[in-house]
């Protein structure tokens, strides 16, 4: 396996942004959304938060590199 870089875990980690950026821009912000039952509009945002778990762990991932390139 490849091994890791900052700019794996940047990279991964803007994609996951982009991908909850999406979500809300083109699904929980469009006016069928509120018309959708509940839990589905809750299961949707479940995935948004974990999208944003994601990108913290890739963010953290990246710090973690770079202060042992530090060290």
Known sequence: MEKLDTYHYH???DRAFMIAEN???????????DSAPEH???KI?????L?????????????RILEEKDV
Request: proline residues 3%; charged residues 25%.
């Open 45 to 49: 945002k479940v995935a948004q938060d």
């Open 40 to 42: 589905i509009q809750e």
């Open 51 to 63: 999208l944003m778990d994601y990108y913290q762990y890739c963010a953290e991932q990246q710090d």
């Open 23 to 33: 979500i809300d821009n083109s699904l929980v912000k469009h006016p069928v959304f």
């Open 11 to 13: 990279e991964s980690l």
